[in-house]
């Protein structure tokens, strides 16, 4: 079984920071994407940020300029440091990856974390 693990959400201010972490364990063979959503009260589950294996970024328009999404894959964990925050972050964010869990024919899933709330204050 894979499990993925998010920590580093919580409550900040209007233009402060916060870095979001999550990290996957279990049966891991090889991890292909791994993304961080979010979903605030109302709304629809959004993809936020996006990496590749080789670590190529993607971002949704709303938070281009001040996230960044990495990832260590010696620690099979990825990482969204939030810049800039505003009250419209304020959301629990998830993250996903998709995870190979060994080799050969073995299957490729896809896996979410628990999430995390992160609240910015006006």
């Known amino acids: 079984q894979v499990q993925l693990v998010e920590s580093g959400g919580g409550l900040v201010q209007s233009g402060g920071s916060l870095r979001l972490s999550c990290a996957a364990s279990?049966?891991?063979?090889?991890?292909?994407?791994m993304n961080w959503y979010r979903q605030a009260p109302g709304k629809q589950r959004e993809l936020v940020a996006a990496i590749t294996s080789g670590g190529s970024p993607n971002y949704v328009d709303s938070v281009k300029g001040r996230f960044t999404i990495s990832r260590d894959n010696a620690k099979n964990t990825v990482y969204l440091q939030m810049n800039s925050l505003k009250p419209e972050d304020t959301a629990v964010y998830y993250c996903?990856?998709?995870?190979?869990?060994?080799?050969?024919?073995?299957?490729?899933?896809?896996?979410w974390g628990q999430g995390t709330q992160v609240t910015v204050s006006s």
């Open positions: 996903n990856a998709f995870i190979k869990s060994g080799p050969g024919s073995s299957p490729t899933n896809r896996y």
């Open positions: 279990g049966s891991i063979f090889t991890i292909y994407a």
